[in-house]
């Protein structure tokens, strides 16, 4: 085998601590967290001039538990983009971490380094989402993404093979790497997924070799999850995660999404700016507590969510739950006032019509949009009206048009926006964020199944 690899020793050290905290109760976890916590913010504030000069010292030294973080200021996005290395603690540097970079779908890709040490940690996490997914050492695991993992040693003997297939590639080539690999577990972007097997079921090719899938990267509909499980007759897995703060949340066995309150802070900010810890509807803030070379301390990642306490009756986990993730704050779509509201109340509209596969919401000026969707083979005539009337009754104050396509253009990236705000000059002109209160009602009166957001780089180059 060709190529760098790294140590599997780290990975079972850590992977073993992971698996013992997660069985520990909330209130254990809790307190596991509030240490790490502690520990985290007098680090930062000691070795990270970003830190030094945002934090006021009596509150660090003040601060007891994750409650308490709501006094500290936050880190945006455009905040980690602008600072990069400028974040790193003293004693490491850019050529003694390795960086993993966000492809950029929210406009704003960001970098972020981790020490050897933090990976262990990283990839102990990403190796116990696939093990909770079904996992088994003999699987040839496809994974769907725009650059390589590092390889491990392992697979010299053929145990947890892996095998890229580049999103970035054009889909005759996805299509012939898939082929090749044989894969058993496939791991990747929903609607790359769903492309290929689009294009599997064109050449007449049959394959049900693949036992499991862990969508991740974009935003999953139940209409891309049954059309790729149909096809393979496999089963799914879920988890919520992100680049830079590793998994999120991990599915239970009766599906819920349990927070990792060891490893995390989750902190959820309100329309009417107010702040609680694991609880409510509004805007994430992260504090990853793994990652000492570069600590994010109450991160805005940019997704909406809604986490209520734990009502499962799983006997794994004790943790709350992210009930839906109802999509990023970018994707908000401007009405003919000026004023903006996010936008996944059209998505779940159209998501009520088993006949469409996959769809897009474009908009081009205030207080119009058009609807693009991707029919299953044979669906009747009349779709795109009833699609387009359903959404006029739920949205009478925005001009609706929808059309049909065979296929929606993904970006460089290979992720399709499921929203996606075109530049135009009235949308351009106006970059303010929308105000408190103005977010459209409807938009925040969905009681449907999540949509969950999951790692699309956790293996570090």
Do not use: W
């Not at 299953?376 to 949205?395: E, I, K, M, W, Y």
């Amino acid at each position: 085998m060709s190529g760098s690899t790294f140590s599997l020793a780290p990975v079972a050290y850590h992977l073993a601590g992971i698996r013992r905290r997660e069985r520990l109760g909330h209130t254990e976890q809790r307190r596991v967290q509030d240490r790490r916590l502690r520990e985290l913010v007098r680090h930062a504030y000691a070795n990270v001039p970003h830190y030094r000069r945002a934090f006021a010292r009596a509150r660090v030294e003040g601060l007891r538990d994750a409650g308490d973080l709501a006094g500290f200021p936050v880190l945006d996005r455009t905040d980690l983009h602008r600072a990069g290395a400028g974040l790193l603690a003293a004693g490491y540097t850019e050529a003694g971490t390795r960086a993993a970079t966000t492809s950029g779908s929210s406009g704003v890709p960001v970098t972020v380094r981790s020490s050897e040490r933090d990976l262990g940690y990283l990839r102990a996490t990403y190796l116990q989402d696939l093990v909770a997914g079904g996992l088994r050492p003999t699987d040839r695991i496809a994974y769907f993404r725009v650059n390589p993992f590092l390889r491990h040693p392992l697979e010299r003997v053929g145990v947890l093979r892996n095998f890229h297939i580049g999103t970035d590639r054009p889909l005759d080539d996805q299509v012939a790497a898939f082929l090749a690999a044989r894969p058993t577990f496939l791991i990747g972007f929903p609607n790359v997924i769903a492309s290929v097997v689009d294009e599997l079921r064109r050449r007449g090719i049959a394959y049900d070799g693949v036992r499991s899938v862990l969508f991740s990267g974009e935003r999953l509909t139940p209409a891309v999850r049954a059309h790729v499980l149909d096809y393979f007759g496999a089963r799914h897995h879920e988890v919520y995660a992100c680049v830079e703060a590793f998994t999120i949340a991990r599915a239970c066995p009766r599906g819920n999404l349990h927070l990792r309150t060891s490893d995390l802070v989750v902190e959820v900010e309100h329309e009417d700016g107010s702040v609680s810890v694991e609880h409510g509807l509004g805007e994430i803030l992260l504090t990853r507590l793994r990652g000492r070379a570069m600590p994010l301390i109450r991160y805005r990642l940019g997704d909406r969510v809604h986490i209520v306490p734990d009502d499962c009756r799983c006997t794994r986990d004790a943790t709350p739950i992210v009930r839906e993730v109802l999509g990023r704050s970018q994707d908000r779509i401007a009405g003919h006032d000026g004023r903006r509201y996010y936008g996944d109340f059209l998505t779940y509209v159209v998501q009520d019509f088993p006949e469409v596969t996959r769809m897009q919401v474009l908009q081009r000026r205030p207080g119009a949009v058009e609807v693009v969707i991707v029919p299953v083979t044979g669906a009747r005539d009349g779709l795109a009206g009833d699609v387009a009337r359903a959404l006029r009754h739920r949205s009478p104050g925005l001009d609706v048009i929808v059309r049909t396509a065979t296929r929606i253009t993904p970006e460089a990236n290979g992720k399709i926006k499921i929203i996606k705000v075109l530049e135009d000059r009235a949308l351009a002109d106006d970059q303010s964020a929308p105000q408190k209160g103005h977010v459209s009602h409807v938009a925040e009166r969905n009681d449907r199944p999540a949509h969950h957001r999951a790692p699309e780089d956790h293996l570090h180059r």
